[in-house]
């Protein structure tokens, strides 16, 4: 299965816990590979298999943890 990379726009997440909380959970969402957060930028991005129910979960986990965060438009 080949992986597909997104990056996410987050507001807010500034702090190295705040990276870390994003990073652990998502993690954990199945067919998520990798999520690294990088705060100076505000984005966030998921190595994933293709299913874009992953990255609506990472969303989620996100706004739980009080964030925002959208997938980056291309332009």
């Known amino acids: 299965m080949s992986s597909v990379t997104a990056v ?4 807010g997440a500034r ?8 990073e ?6 199945p067919g998520v590979e990798e999520v690294r957060v990088f705060p100076d930028s505000q984005e966030i991005h998921v190595k994933y ?3 874009p129910a992953a990255l609506g979960q990472i969303i989620r986990i996100v706004a739980r943890l009080g964030y925002e ?6 332009a």
């Open 69 to 74: 965060a959208r997938l980056r438009s291309e």
């Open 15 to 22: 702090c190295a816990s705040c990276s870390f909380a994003i």
């Open 24 to 29: 652990h959970m998502g993690r954990k969402v």
């Open 8 to 11: 996410l726009e987050v507001n």
């Open 49 to 51: 298999g293709g299913d």
